[in-house]
């Protein structure tokens, strides 16, 4: 059997298939991170899995791609969590810009994003992704990801720069102050889940003129740094993933259009375009 893991920073999607390639299950759990989550956090939560445990000692092979898996170091604390839950499997560990790029793009060339509760992008040459800025996570970049959106909405919030109605219909929904969010932020475990939450008020009203700017800066941020550094950018398709670009898609066309990128496919989850690929890659 092999499992296919596609790990976010809030959710992990995993499908297992049969050595026939049909698909016997997919299941859910937190996202994991090895920037802030030990071998010991991957195991635990994995281990409370129970769909997973059940098919752990039956699955051969591990593809799992993930959020801050870009360097050997990092890499190696998922596989080593990974190999204790799964001790039969050959496990692969790649970053999920790969993943979204071979989602995405296939075996084409393009630029290949992500946008859900964090953010990045990649060249994808139709074999190897080639990065020209790094990702510095949400405290320095995540330009244009739900995480950024909060951020950038409890600013306004705060700062009481956002219209009376917006102002008095979050803080029902809400009833954050000043302490709670430096709290939220600083000093609480999962930041980033806690700041891209409010995506979803983002959601409800982005019609509000107001709201729809926020949301377009925070988007016009992402092409600016993380899409125009390629060279002839505007001469390649623009693809992505992730939740906010879904939601969003309508703003993201807009400000594509704006800054003269070649919008491509928009996907909520790349989770079955791997499937996909790897059910293809099998058969050649």
Known sequence: M?????????????????????QLGEYSTMGFSPIFHTEKDIVTALNHSSELTEVA?????????????SSEERNARIANATQRVFPNAR??????LLGAAIATCGNEAGIACILGTGSNSCFFDGQKVHEVVPSLDFILSDEGSGTRLGIELLRQFMYKRLPQNIHDAFNAIYHVD??????????EPHPKGFLSSFAKFLYEH????????LI???FDDFFEYRVKCY????????HFVGSIAHYFSDILDECAKQQGVVMGKVIQA??????????????K
């Open 206 to 213: 982005k019609t509000d003129v107001s709201i729809r700017a």
């Open 231 to 238: 060279a002839n950018y505007d001469q390649y398709p623009t």
């Open 2 to 22: 092999i499992l296919i893991a596609d790990s976010g920073a809030t959710k992990t999607t995993w499908v297992l298939l049969d050595a026939h390639k049909n």
């Open 216 to 218: 377009a800066k925070c």
């Open 91 to 96: 496990i692969f560990v790649e970053h999920d």
């Open 57 to 69: 000692l039956q699955v051969q092979e591990l593809r799992y791609f993930g959020a801050g898996c």
């Open 270 to 283: 790349p989770i079955h375009g791997l499937v996909d690929f790897f059910r293809q890659e099998r058969t």
């Open 178 to 187: 000043k302490e709670i969010i430096l709290r939220k932020v600083y000093s």
